[in-house]
């Protein structure tokens, strides 16, 4: 009797949940993914306060009347030890730099009567707009954000603006969720590597370069990428390699009903129990650990082997760090749909407009049309057929 | 008079312009990235006629009437110089492997009177179920794709289900728009890294953090990431570095009309030009090249940076790699918004439902408050208020 696709789902988010790992990073590795604790704020923003504009800082009741102020300092941006301003005198001031204690307010350059700085020649006197408003141009301590306040809170994916908004605060490193660290074995004597020639009989593994990269999409970090052919003892060094340097290892191919099934042969005594999920491409699947290790084991046909890494471990992998699952929704099929009793299909779809129609058969070893698919089409186990406009549920590619 | 922002978008985008190159490289490296040439199968998929199931490859002429046949050979995945199927005869055969000429069906070993495969074990003979149809699970050679058929055209971004695509057919190597190398450079004495103390007059760099990661996701590749102060020998030096390792130079800081602005002063000599853009924030900008490398100076103040990248580099930088331009739309607004004339405001914005409203104020300063906007709300420059439900153009964060 085979296993449900949600069953088997189950066992292997349950094997996966370990994978969660949070860790301390800096802020360049920490961008793109998703902070595992609230980052609050090391200083305030604006630490001091200081001038909006260039020009100069004065008291506001001194420039009643386009009263003359006379020049008494400058302050430039990063200015230290600023020396409080005197009753009926102006400060130079550039954009960002300390507003002298005694001043209330920034007047910009061009309202002024000196109207434009020029390097080196600090003016004697300046007069001023009309209307001068006390605070006017003048960026209090802590107006953005106070010590101690939450800047980004956990669960939030680390975009440019919230890495500039840590790093605005004086907060250099942050904790993320881990990247889980991964490893893709490809197994079966008849796989050939991409760009080398193809001997007869053989076939270009296609699962290794498909599993690395989704593995990265979905927030993993690919630490091993092996092949290994039929033997059981190559097998075993390189799941052995893989365990001890990976969080996760994902093979592919070596667990279906044939005579020559290697991986099935050697986990199997190794403790990863093998079963038959209902579930059309993708049926025979393995789970378990090997040295200590999660270990998940796809069919080898490389559409197969896609499509049990987007329903049984993507959305666990985003799990891990913090996302959440990838999207799924309903749309209505273009045309009708025939599906065999017994097994849930999983359709390769691509959009037809606002509908959804199955693109190639339902054959494991169209990886090349699976390719111009968008979605799966989920087809559930007890259904026979649907009709043009049935909604069905999809799983974003 | 100020440049609109739509004239100094174009002055930029020419610029930037020569940053599109193309590049072969391997496909773990290629993964994410934008196909500029059509890729093409190199071997058909198949690549020879081979089983869809585990069991036995016979003549279907031969089954009729549940007749007996010999076994008289096995085929396993990756089987070379597989003899042809005498008549009246079977051969054992597992998923994927050379079906023997003559042969023109697989029977599922289920669907036999053998029932299951053991190791080691091949049995003397077999019976078929009933019905044998011609061509029954058998793949036909190229029937997912011939050789030379294109696989994934020009301009598919490489996603794992079109890198495995490239994979099955034989292509190891693809054609793709380069990331552009960028240098990052923050200029202004008053900056201080973060994680580090606050020195009084200091600020924390977060133009350095926010560009690199806008950077990235827009595409590119940091390779230069440095701070300056306001000594012109150093920046020169900082520029130069950045330049000689970089496709494109990005400063912030040292643009306005303060007395101390050192990147306006070093590289106005050199051929970057200055102006004032009639936007809100980020007015003050520069662009131009430095030692023959494109430069684009953006004012200091962090949201103003981040502003200016979002509006002037990122969709040039997208374009570069082949990506679209990053998402825009329009939204109605949930409050009304006042905007002062003559300056088109980019305000940061939030979701509210369907609609958007702004958040913080418009100050340049609020780098912490920007992280909770979701959008960039575009107030056009002539437009002084808009009312509650108008609509308005967004640039998404």
Redesign the interface.
């Known amino acids: 009797m085979a296993t449900t696709l949600d069953e088997h789902r189950a066992d292997v988010e349950a094997l996966l949940a370990p994978l969660a790992r949070r860790e301390v990073t800096?802020?360049?590795e920490a961008?793109?993914r998703v902070l595992a604790a609230d980052v609050a704020?090391l200083?305030p923003?604006?630490?001091?306060r200081?001038a909006?504009m260039?020009g100069f800082a004065v008291r506001a009741a001194d420039t009643a009347d386009g009263a003359t102020l006379r020049v008494v300092a400058?302050v430039?941006?990063?200015?230290?030890?600023?020396a409080a301003l005197v009753p009926g005198t102006a400060a130079?001031i550039?954009?960002?730099?300390?507003v002298p204690d005694g001043a209330d307010a920034v007047v910009p350059?061009?309202r002024t009567s000196v109207g434009?700085?020029?390097?080196?020649v600090r003016p004697p006197e300046v007069s001023c707009e009309p209307t001068v408003e006390p605070g006017q141009h003048v960026?209090e301590a802590g107006?953005?954000?106070g010590a101690g306040d939450v800047?980004?809170p956990a669960g939030s994916l680390?975009?440019?603006?919230?890495?500039?908004?840590?790093?605005?605060?004086?907060?250099?490193?942050v904790e993320v969720w881990a990247r889980p660290h991964v490893a893709v074995v490809s197994t079966?004597?008849?796989?050939?590597?991409?760009?080398?020639p193809?001997?007869?009989?053989?076939?270009?593994?296609?699962?290794?370069?498909?599993?690395?990269?989704?593995v990265?999409?979905a927030g993993g970090e690919l630490v091993v990428?092996a092949r290994t052919g039929?033997e059981p003892g190559d097998l075993e060094r390189v799941l052995a390699d893989a365990a001890g340097r990976a969080d996760l290892v994902l093979t592919s191919g070596g667990v279906?009903?044939?005579?020559?099934?290697v991986v099935k042969?050697v986990l199997g005594e190794r403790g990863v129990r093998f079963r038959s999920v209902a579930m059309q491409p993708g049926g025979p699947q393995g789970w378990g650990t090997f040295a200590g290790t999660p270990l998940v084991a796809f069919p080898?046909?490389?559409v197969s082997a896609?499509v049990s890494f987007v329903v049984l471990v993507r959305d666990a992998l985003r799990r891990a760090v913090g996302l959440p699952p990838a999207p799924r929704g309903r749309l209505a099929l273009a045309v009708p749909v025939a599906s065999p009793p017994g097994r849930r299909q999983l359709l390769r779809g691509v959009r037809d407009g606002a509908r959804v129609r199955p693109v190639?058969g339902a054959?494991?070893?169209?990886?090349?049309?699976?390719?111009r698919?968008d979605v799966l089409i989920d087809v559930p186990q007890d259904v026979t057929a649907l009709a043009e406009g049935d909604e069905v549920e999809v799983w974003e590619?």
């Open positions: 800096g802020l360049a961008a793109g704020a200083a923003v604006p630490a001091f200081n909006q260039d400058e430039p941006a990063g200015a230290r030890d600023v130079r550039m954009t960002g730099a300390p350059v061009e434009a700085f020029s390097a080196g960026r107006s953005d954000v800047v980004v680390l975009t440019p603006t919230r890495l500039a908004a840590c790093a605005a605060t004086g907060v250099g490193r079966g004597a008849e796989l050939a590597v991409p760009g080398e193809l001997a007869p009989g053989q076939v270009y593994d296609a699962n290794a370069t498909a599993l690395a990269a989704a990265a999409l990428q039929d279906s009903q044939g005579a020559y099934e042969d080898g046909n490389p896609q190639g054959g494991s070893h169209l990886v090349v049309t699976m390719a698919a590619l």
